[in-house]
C-alpha cells in the first residue's frame, strides 16, 4: 500500500472487508460451537461431561474466528499488493 492518505474507496474496502471477516467469523464460531457442544444440549450427560463439552466448544470455536479474521483480512492485504 502507499505511503499517504487513503481515498474514500480504500477505507470503503477494508471497512467491508473487516465486517466480512468478523461476520464470517461469528457463523463460524457458531458453527463449530454447535457441533461441538449440541450434543450436550440433545442427550443427557453427566455434568462433567456437559460442561466439557459446552467449554471444549466454546475454545475452539473461538480460536477458529480468530483465525478465519486473521486469514481474510491477511489474503485480502495479500491481494491489494
Known sequence: MAAGRRTQAERDD?????????????FLGGVVFAAVAGPAAVWSFPPAVERFLRATGATVAGVLAVIRVVHVLWRHTARRR
Open 14 to 26: 477494508i471497512t467491508v472487508e473487516i465486517g466480512y471477516a468478523l461476520l464470517s467469523a461469528c
